[in-house]
Every structure is written in C-alpha cells, then in structure tokens.
C-alpha cells in the first residue's frame, strides 16, 4: 500500500474555479513538500510545511498541514492554465530531514 | 536560487552501452543529491542518496553496480547506466539539498531510451 496517498488522482476544472488537492498518511509527517512537475520535465518546488497547523501561500495556491501532521492540502484560488500540470506531495516520513517519500500525483487540467 | 541542472536531457542509445547522466547544482553547494526514476504516470521512485565525498545509499532492489553514482564533489553528481537494456529506458531525475537550502530541487529529468 502507498504510503502517501494523493487524491483526487486527476481533476478537471473551469478556468477560474478553485481546487484543492490532498495528501494523507498514516505516518507523522516531519516535513511535507508541494511539488508541480510538467508532463516529461523536472519537478518545481512550490512550498514547504514543517509545523503542524501551519499554512503557507505563494500566488493563488495555499498549501496548509493538519495539527495531528499527517494530512496536508493544496488549494488554489481561481485556476489559470498556466495551473495545469501534476502536483506532487513528497514528504519526510523517517524524521531524517533528507530522504522524501512522494505521493501518487495528482493530474491538472485547466479548461478555458 | 537553488537551481539544479541535468544533462542530457534525452538520450537514445544502443543496447549494451554505458550512459552517463549529470547533475549540477549551479547556485549553491549541495551536501547531498538524490537519484530518482520514473515510470510513465507514476510518481518518483528513490533510487539512491549520494553524500559529496561518499559512497551512494542504494535503496532496496536497486543494483548498485548497475547503477554507479559518483559524487565527487559539492556541485555534481554523476549517474552511469553500465549496459545499458531496454528494460532500463526511464526518466531518470536528480535532485539536490545544501546549506541553507533545505528542500530538494530538482533537475529537468533525462529521458533515457535504450534500442
């Protein structure tokens, strides 16, 4: 079984509509990181949450980690298509503040 | 900041031959560099952790002299695919973490196809 699960697993939306994105575990998570990769391209980092409780924004997206820290979400505010892409949660599970167990993604696509 | 690059980022090669991947971390030195694979519509796969100066942690079921790492120094590390099969086509991705830079970044990927 994953040890990070995504959901939803894709996602159609109307431009301008808001989203959110899941990522839970079973586990504590000491570290949790938002990544968006482009289809056959590398990942680009969005944010990271290390406090329970704690919630960060850049943009439109707000990311936020639960106070029991073991679910965080991703929202974004009135998508653009610039927003398309797979959003993917890696998290530190170990407590080593280096190794990152990475959800299934989650798949984006922004209709005009 | 905290910009890593990978090179190449296709490669297409015959069965049999060894292929080496680079990643470059250009804006700040990365004490550690992770290797990933990626198989089409699945997330990453860790392959290995490299730490500059030391041997590569393998993770489990990856073929250590399959897969030779090299991280010689603060701003590169190399990944060889010796004899290189098809079963080995992937993307592969690099990522990097340093001082001061907490989060791992990631390289644009190479896409590696072996006839």
């Known amino acids: 079984s994953q040890e990070l699960e995504q959901s939803p697993q894709s996602l159609i939306v109307q431009e301008g509509k808001n989203l959110t994105i899941n990522c839970t575990s079973s586990k504590t998570l000491y570290g949790l990181y938002w990544y968006k990769q482009k289809y056959g391209e590398g990942l680009i980092f969005l944010m990271m949450?290390?406090?329970?409780?704690e919630e960060k924004s850049h943009e439109k997206i707000t990311a936020k980690l639960d106070e029991k820290k073991q679910q965080s979400s991703l929202h974004i505010t009135a998508s653009q298509p610039s927003h398309a892409g797979i959003y993917l949660c890696?998290?530190?599970?170990?407590?080593?503040?280096?190794?990152?167990?990475f959800g299934t993604g989650t798949r984006l696509q922004v209709t005009l | 900041g905290a910009v890593v690059s990978q090179h190449p980022s296709w490669v297409i090669c015959k069965s049999g031959t060894s292929v080496k991947i680079e990643c470059r971390s250009l804006d700040f030195q990365a004490t550690t560099m992770f290797w990933y694979r990626q198989f089409p519509k699945q997330s990453l796969m860790l392959m290995a952790t490299s730490n500059e100066g030391s041997k590569a942690t393998y993770e489990q079921g990856v073929e250590k002299d399959k897969f030779l790492i090299n991280h010689a120094s603060l701003t590169l590390s190399t990944l060889t695919v010796t004899s290189a099969h098809p079963e080995d086509s992937s993307f592969y991705i690099c990522s990097a973490q340093g001082q001061g830079v907490l989060a791992q970044h990631f390289g644009d990927g190479t896409r590696l196809s072996i006839l």
């Open positions: 890696g998290a530190d599970i170990a407590g080593t503040a280096s190794k990152l167990t």
């Open positions: 949450l290390q406090k329970g409780g």
